[in-house]
């Protein structure tokens, strides 16, 4: 199985300013059909998980361009250019290039 | 509205069944890759497994700690994607999500999700 590492789990950050969370995969993403298929979601508190990028940079329609992701192979970012206090919540990294599709442990993003 | 309704958690006893559904509205179920996903309280997401659309072929594949103990199904008339889950172990306990993929390479829905509970 693809095994996908976050890091940090934990991330206090200020309102305003820059956030970013890296998934780290086991075995490289890219798929035979050139695509990778490497997705963030995003939790908020009481809530479930929900889209905001796939194909590790596509921003599903509705998702504020603050967030962004980016990487190739093994290693992969997701951005959030200025923290809003919605943000708050867990932000986990999913591949499903390979099966068993899987998860990151999930990343807490809490304001300071 | 694109929706997914979860249904038919509770409370079971372990070694029991218990049978989830997920209705589908506002696009076409028929095109879709369906799926679930749990929660453990206060854990992470795991994946369970997923059935491809009846057009790319209906495959459907399982997570190993619950394969041979559930079934995916989906119901093109009912629009109803459903999780028949047998010999319940107080591991299987969790939130369980139903998600589906209308855009290749991305489950763009997610549902509200349905608790499952498995306690003696």
């Known amino acids: 199985d693809i095994v996908m590492t976050q890091a940090p789990l934990s991330s206090p950050v200020t309102l305003g300013q820059p956030a970013s969370i890296s998934c780290r995969s086991s075995q490289s993403l890219g798929h035979s059909d050139a695509d990778t298929y490497l997705s963030w979601l995003q939790q908020r508190p009481g809530q479930p998980p929900r889209l905001l990028i796939y194909m590790v940079s596509k921003r599903l329609s509705g998702v504020p361009d603050r967030f962004s992701g980016s990487g190739a192979g093994t290693e992969f970012t997701l951005k959030i250019s200025r923290v809003e206090a919605e943000d708050v919540g867990v932000y986990y990294c999913m591949q499903i290039t390979q099966l068993p599709h899987t998860l990151g442990q999930g990343t807490k993003l809490e304001i300071k | 509205e694109v929706q997914l309704v979860e249904s038919g958690g509770g409370f079971v006893k372990p070694g029991g069944s218990l049978r989830l559904s997920c209705a589908v509205s506002g696009f076409s179920f028929r095109n879709a890759w369906m799926g679930w996903v749990r929660q453990a309280p206060g854990k992470g997401l795991d994946w369970v497994g997923r059935i491809k659309s009846k057009a790319d072929g209906g495959t459907i594949d399982y997570t190993a700690p619950v394969k041979g103990r559930v079934v995916i199904s989906g119901d093109d008339s009912r629009n109803t994607l459903d999780l028949q889950m047998n010999s319940l172990k107080t591991e299987d306990t969790g939130v369980y999500y139903c998600?589906?993929?209308?855009?290749?390479?991305?489950?763009?829905?997610w549902g509200q999700g349905t608790m499952v509970t498995v306690s003696s």
């Open positions: 998600i589906a993929s209308r855009t290749p390479g991305a489950y763009d829905v």
